[in-house]
């Protein structure tokens, strides 16, 4: 019987290629192919930085991983364009099947869970209008998902044992990294992608975060 | 005063790239796309299974992301193709500028430390001519680039000091891990991409192996 939820934000509540129009304004013909290079990057960075043991806040990898995918494509960026670009990691779009979805789970403890420092998650879920009862970020413990620790923070802040926590993802890594700290998890797979091969396996694999719910 | 001096294996000295023209005889059209796909959820995998503290070998990270990579393509790959494939992993090429280079540094202390493990990394060097006083595999540890520990493995198989420890890598993360570490590093730039985000700065940025030799 699960007691709490918990929700992945970015990939899973909020969409993090809603930048995509902002760099395409910028770049023409070059908005998509800029945001999912920067999305692979920033998580990229979030890994190494946690291996390195040198942790940066979510913010900091986040504007490291454009400035770099920017040099890559060749793209020229000055100080407001970043600023611009970055200031929209703060109003991400929600996907259309989030409110809908949270509506249903008033019953349930439901927290976030994320990756993103309280300087972007905060203003973030603020303008949402989405409510929770908790918003966690790992930048209380200086390292990124999947490191099982942070998914015992979720644990530790919700006084709940591990085996009654529902993890809810978007990002299959993530999800089966929940799955092998002891969650009960489900994948949202919007975009049919297959299952990452990393020894676990998904409890419930949806298409919408409606699916989870009972 | 550099004593000894270290080499990434994959990517490095073995060019990874090189299993892509098996790939397209198998599945024409396709072959340069999985290549470039199967080595990024590689090394995805490595970074993800060390956070989350599942450590599996490189032979079977390198089998799950070739899987992956296929069942995301649509392509289908049977048992007798998956071993074909995964073979060429045991015969890379070596980088046209390898051999040239090795002559040459016959004075220092040569050694390569590589996320391979034994049965991958051996029967690789082995075919390729080359002579190291020491291969060195994150196996013994059970975590993969660019973990600190990682780096101490040299340190202690070599009895050197990592201050008079060289490391040369073509992949810029594992470089910067290199440096955060304390190595003195050299990025191999063979691509001309731009440096990698990550706090810290490289020693030396060349375009092949011999400009790092006195």
């Known amino acids: 019987m699960l007691r709490a939820l918990v929700f992945d934000a970015y990939g899973t509540l909020f969409d993090v290629h809603s930048v995509q129009a902002r760099c395409e304004a910028l770049w023409p013909g070059r908005g998509a192919q800029l945001s999912q290079l920067w999305r692979t990057k920033q998580l990229e960075y979030t890994w190494q930085r946690s291996l390195m043991r040198r942790y940066a806040p979510f913010s900091q990898v986040?504007?490291?991983?454009?400035?770099?995918?920017?040099?890559?494509?060749?793209?020229?960026?000055?100080?407001?364009?970043?600023?611009?670009v970055l200031d929209e990691y703060r109003r991400l779009a929600l996907y259309p099947d989030v409110v809908p979805a949270m509506k249903k789970l008033k019953s349930a403890k439901c927290a976030i869970l994320t990756n993103g420092s309280p300087d972007m998650i905060e203003p973030l879920v603020a303008q949402?209008?989405?409510?929770?009862?908790a918003v966690l970020s790992v930048d209380a413990l200086r390292v990124f998902k999947p490191a099982p620790e942070v998914y015992q923070?979720?644990?530790?802040?919700?006084?709940?044992?591990?085996?009654?926590?529902?993890?809810?993802?978007?990002?299959?890594?993530?999800?089966?990294?929940?799955?092998?700290?002891?969650?009960?998890?489900?994948?949202?797979?919007?975009?049919?992608?297959?299952?990452?091969?990393?020894?676990?396996?998904?409890?419930?694999?949806?298409?919408?975060?409606?699916?989870?719910?009972?």
């Open 62 to 84: 986040t504007e490291d991983a454009l400035l770099f995918s920017c040099e890559l494509m060749g793209l020229r960026i000055d100080k407001k364009e970043k600023q611009t």
């Open 128 to 133: 949402s209008g989405l409510k929770f009862d």
């Open 153 to 214: 923070l979720a644990v530790d802040r919700l006084q709940t044992p591990k085996e009654e926590i529902g993890f809810v993802s978007s990002n299959c890594w993530d999800a089966l990294g929940a799955k092998s700290f002891g969650f009960t998890v489900y994948w949202i797979n919007r975009a049919g992608a297959p299952v990452d091969r990393l020894g676990f396996a998904l409890d419930k694999i949806v298409k919408s975060l409606d699916e989870i719910l009972p």
